[in-house]
């Protein structure tokens, strides 16, 4: 029962290098999300998708990019990364469609990500 | 712009106690409000979801409630135990939109 999967749990990444956060749940869930938190600013929204093919910015997209490879991938790419980068990250997923009914929220382990 | 704040920010208390946190959220139209744990290092688990219409959910020790007129939802935790520790987020969404959360409490419970 895996969930939601985030790979890499952890990277060290020196400024201006890119790379790719991967995400993917098993729960056919149509909506994704990428947060990030850090201590004191609690959890923001990165970017969100509400169903395969659609993409939105969050609170704070500057220096993101996403791409929803299919129903089960959400990935998120920086690609020139900053100290200000350095956060952890959380994929999430939900089965979200108004009048559905319940439409909770499950979320991957995180990916710690130090920008040097 | 819904903001969503949890009071306290840090609480600690002794094992055996019941306890209640607060979650207060400036747009009353939400559609749910989850309340998640975060242990340390770790991602966060779901622990109750209060759909808009619902006034409680219970699992266990955990009782959640929502007051949607008055923008409030709180957590009670019966009889906390130190495996209780942890961080506590609320967060809400409406419609379509994602969830928005506050910052958290964190509990210590003290054995």
């Known amino acids: 029962n895996a969930g939601v999967t985030q790979t890499p749990k952890f990277q060290v990444l020196k400024t201006g290098q890119s790379m790719t956060l991967q995400c993917a749940q098993d729960m056919n869930h149509n909506s994704m999300y990428w947060y990030r938190q850090d201590p004191g600013m609690g959890l923001r929204l990165i970017y969100y998708?509400?169903?395969?093919?659609?993409?939105d910015k969050g609170e704070v997209p500057n220096g993101y990019n996403v791409s929803r490879l299919n129903k089960r991938e959400f990935s998120l790419r920086l690609e020139s990364a900053a100290p200000s980068q350095t956060s952890v990250y959380f994929c999430?997923?939900?089965?979200?469609?108004?009048?559905?009914?319940?439409?909770?929220?499950?979320f991957g382990q995180g990916t710690r990500l130090t920008v040097v | 712009k819904q903001e969503v704040t949890q009071i306290p920010a840090a609480l600690s208390v002794p094992e055996g106690e019941n306890l209640v946190l607060n979650c207060s959220f400036t747009d009353s139209a939400i559609y749910n409000l989850q309340w998640f744990r975060q242990d340390p290092g770790k991602g966060l688990t779901s622990l109750l979801l209060?759909?808009?219409?619902?006034r409680e959910q219970t699992s266990g020790r955990l009782n959640a409630s929502l007051d949607k007129s008055s923008g409030r939802s709180t957590l009670y935790i019966a009889a906390s135990q130190p495996g209780d520790s942890a961080t506590y987020l609320c967060a809400v969404n409406s419609g379509n939109t994602p969830l928005v959360f506050g910052k958290g409490t964190r509990l210590s419970v003290i054995a």
């Open positions: 999430a997923s939900s089965e979200h469609r108004v009048g559905a009914g319940r439409a909770e929220a499950f």
């Open positions: 209060i759909q808009s219409s619902q």
């Open positions: 998708s509400a169903s395969e093919g659609t993409t």
